[in-house]
């Protein structure tokens, strides 16, 4: 049985497949919300400082101009993986504008988590094939150490603007050129070739190449093309659309005036396409922070009157948590709780409802490989925990482990899932590839259910995760990317690393380790299998979990790590 988005949806506008994103977004022509023209698409939550839409237009333009020939490269020259670039930053309102003129070149971005190590952005860049690094004075060594490590040359590492508050004092280092030279510079160049593609040439080029482990493995580079992104921001347009129906129209467009909070990390698929790319087409005013920081963004919320919270589950969490400090704010704008990433559980969605009655909390639910989301709920038909109705353009089916489809509401299985945004695959990983997209659809590895809402909708619930993958604060970890880090410490004969719950993070890796005959007694070995992962992880991926010892690890007759068994009796040692 496959599962449909309703009929009562606006239908999906046609996904312009001969453009690239940045066209997309700044050419009126493509639907963008007339009254978006009017509204600054980011604003520094910090200074406040913004470009307008006009402005914003031109300085993509002057990105890619001094771009181009800061690097030599042309919009009608070479593959696009010929101009990858890295970035390596905390968000700022320049990034997105500079990641659309490296669009308008026709080239690929691949953006890194700021938290991560120089080992974990060196191994990005070498597998991205990254020409260039564009990062920011506070990672700079961090930058340089991977640089350095990937063979990357230090004057093809540049940076980009971020607010004096968070440059601790230090001041742009000499010898390094920045976004804002390269815009001034591309001032005076002469005008870029327009980019000569034809029809389908948006859906076969990469834009972004962001890095998700999978269903299994170490992270892979997703290649999401150009049309990918622009079907996801047209099919959450739609579904906006549909529930904005009542509200005055402007040219036949629901006005809107909501401004957002962008303080989840540009790097990850969520922010990137929903708040920075379907917020702006729609109208969004979008508030950008560097990083969280609680009373910065309670502040944020309070100067701005944000009406819309993205947040993940722990954010939402450390809010309740620190109901003390959130009381001296004044946070009677915001309308809407928008959540994914990592389930929201049910308690703490009633007690966010208990202290902020008059905020509707929606769902949403989505993958990188599906270039963000696949379903969401609207208000009038949010039910908690449910992570709302398929999106227009999507098909779901549910399969069992036994590879049978599920023909009924209530039966849980694999959710598997065709959508004009389901990415092009994993770069340079045919065996991944086969095992997760056939024909347009997409194995999610995660377990679903399909349950039928208040208003005759279907509503998707995600209820257990079958998949490898760990989630911290919604970002993702590896188990198996820990697993041969941890093989490399001398103390570790065989190991594995799976999830337990966490209440503030939502789960944390924990690490079952045989020891080896070298390794010294089990407080030895911990304190130095954990200090193993803080020298060279990003904080996320730390075995916050613990470790665990065993006598052997439990494998399949293939040598595949039994995890459920892992998983199961780490539950039913919790409940002893
Ligand atoms: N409930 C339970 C959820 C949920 C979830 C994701 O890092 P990635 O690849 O991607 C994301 C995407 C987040 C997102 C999607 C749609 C949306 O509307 C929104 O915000 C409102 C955010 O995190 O991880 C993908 C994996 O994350 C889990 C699930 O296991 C999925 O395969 N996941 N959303 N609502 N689990």
């Known amino acids: 049985m496959v599962f449909l988005p309703g009929p009562q949806y606006a239908p999906l506008d046609p996904i312009p497949d001969d453009i690239p994103i940045s066209e997309f977004m700044l050419n009126e022509k493509y639907g963008r919300t007339p009254h978006a023209q009017s509204r600054d698409p980011f604003t520094c939550g910090l200074t406040g400082k913004s470009y307008s839409s006009r402005a914003t237009v031109d300085r993509v333009d002057h990105f890619a101009r001094g771009l181009a020939k800061e690097l030599g490269w042309a919009p009608n020259r070479g593959t696009e993986f010929d101009k990858t670039v ?6 700022t309102i320049d990034a997105v504008p500079f990641f659309w003129g490296v669009h308008r070149l026709g080239g690929v971005v691949s ?22 690094l564009f990062t920011c004075v506070p990672l700079l060594s961090v930058a340089l150490e991977a640089a350095a490590l990937a063979g990357l040359p230090k004057n093809r590492v540049y940076l980009m603007d971020v607010p004096e508050a968070i440059m601790g004092g230090a001041k742009v280092p000499s010898g390094f050129k920045t976004t804002e030279q ?4 591309g001032k005076s ?12 040439e948006g859906a076969r080029r990469t834009a972004f190449l962001c890095y998700s482990s999978g269903t299994s493995g170490l992270p892979k580079g997703v290649m999401i093309s150009h049309r990918n992104v622009i079907a996801n921001t047209l099919q959450i347009t739609a579904f906006e659309k549909y529930h904005r129906a009542s509200q005055p129209l402007t040219n036949g467009q629901p006005l ?16 990137l396409v929903v708040i920075c790319h379907a917020g702006p087409y729609r109208g969004d005013q979008v508030v950008i922070l560097p990083k969280f920081e609680l009373n910065v963004y309670l502040r944020a919320i309070q100067q701005f009157k944000i009406t819309s919270l993205f947040l993940v589950p722990p954010i939402i969490i450390n809010m309740l948590r620190s109901q003390d400090v959130c009381s001296k704010y004044d946070l009677s704008s915001v309308k809407t709780l928008f ?28 993958l990188t490989e599906t270039s963000t989301v696949v379903s969401s709920t609207l208000p009038g038909d949010v039910v908690l925990g449910s992570s709302g109705c398929f999106l227009p353009g999507v098909e779901a089916r549910i399969m069992t482990p036994e590879g049978e489809e599920v023909t009924s509401y209530d039966t849980p299985g694999e959710l598997v899932v065709r959508s004009p945004s389901v990415v092009l695959g994993y770069l340079n990983n045919e065996k991944a590839n086969k095992e997760t997209f056939e024909d347009g659809w997409m194995r999610t590895g995660d377990e679903a259910v399909v349950r039928k809402g208040p208003n005759d909708t279907e509503h998707v619930y995600i209820v257990d995760r079958i ?3 760990i989630k911290v604060k919604g970002l993702q970890v590896a188990p198996a990317e820990l697993e041969a880090h941890l093989l490399t410490h001398p ?23 045989v020891k080896s005959a070298s390794a010294g007694s089990d407080e030895d070995a911990i304190e130095a299998i954990k200090k193993h992962v803080q020298d060279h992880k990003a904080r996320h991926k730390w075995l916050k979990g613990g470790v665990r010892f065993m006598d052997a690890i439990p494998k399949s007759p293939s040598g595949k790590i039994l995890r459920r068994l892992l998983r199961d009796q780490e539950k039913e040692a919790r409940r002893k």
Request: overall charge negative.
């Open 86 to 91: 890295g970035v390596f930053s905390v968000n």
């Open 111 to 132: 953006p890194a988590n700021a938290a991560y190590s120089a080992a974990e952005l060196k191994y990005q860049i070498l597998d991205s094939g990254a020409k260039a």
């Open 182 to 185: 390269l815009a001034e510079a």
């Open 189 to 200: 160049l002469p005008s870029l070739e327009p980019l000569n593609w034809g029809p389908g």
């Open 256 to 271: 809107h005036t909501d401004v957002s909070i962008g303080l989840l990390p540009q790097s990850h698929i969520y922010a």
């Open 339 to 366: 959540t994914g990433a990592a389930p929201l559980g049910m308690e703490t969605a009633l007690d966010f409802q208990k202290v902020y009655p008059n905020v509707v909390i929606r769902q949403g639910y989505g």
């Open 467 to 469: 998949k490898e993958l």
């Open 491 to 513: 103390a570790v004969a065989d190991c594995a690393v799976i999830a337990i719950p966490d209440d503030a993070a939502g789960e944390v890796p924990k690490a079952v380790v």
